[in-house]
């Protein structure tokens, strides 16, 4: 795998790879999409229609070069997402709750599907572990180190309502909230 960025992998990719991320970030909700600072309700119900959003989600995921997508990114307000648990690994995590989280903190830059073009620097616990269920209820628990620790909580966020933007800098978020101000177009 590239660099990684967040919740974004860095690079290059072919023109078909190219057009099967624009398709795909068509499909996921962006900024200021009034879901995305919406609280996600807890997954009660472990069925094949959540087995399916579920699997949906990996594949837009893909897609979209990401390599962590919250069901309320694609306007399903419920606490599930789908990420790299590591390299080759993607798993779907069901009302996942950070139940460790250690001392050292780590600054990186994060980006977000839902937030184009823009990487802001958010200071997280360099390790955590989280526990949940998976997508047929069974309970989960990952211990996680940077980059998953980061996309896992990055992750969490989300299912709060909570983007990036409000963890970053102040400045950082003045001169993001500038660059992703609507233009008008003429002609
Ligand atoms: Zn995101």
Redesign the pocket.
């Known amino acids: 795998m590239a660099e990684i960025e967040?919740?974004v992998k860095d690079e290059q990719l072919d023109p078909e790879a190219e057009a099967r991320r624009r398709v795909a970030l068509a499909q996921i909700r962006q900024y200021p999409d009034s879901a995305l600072k919406m609280a996600a309700r807890p997954v009660e119900e472990f069925d094949d229609d959540l087995r399916r959003l579920a699997d949906r989600m990996k594949l837009l995921m893909v897609d979209a070069n990401?390599i962590?997508?919250?069901a309320t990114?694609v306007g399903v307000l419920q606490r599930l997402f789908v990420f790299h648990i590591n390299e080759d690994e993607i798993v779907a995590l069901a009302n996942p709750e950070i139940v460790e989280a250690g001392e050292v903190t780590t600054v990186d830059d994060?980006?977000?599907?839902?937030?184009q073009g823009v990487l802001l620097p958010v200071e997280r616990p360099a390790k955590i572990a989280i526990a949940g269920q998976d997508e047929n209820g069974a309970d989960v628990r990952y211990e996680l180190e940077e980059p998953y620790s980061r996309v896992a909580q990055?992750?969490t966020?989300?299912l709060d309502g909570v983007?990036?933007l409000d963890r970053t800098t102040p400045e950082a978020r003045r001169e993001a909230l500038a660059s992703l101000r609507p233009r008008i177009v003429l002609g």
Request: glycine share 22%.
């Open positions: 967040g919740q990401g962590g997508l919250a990114q994060e980006g977000c599907l839902s937030i990055h992750e966020d989300h983007l990036i």
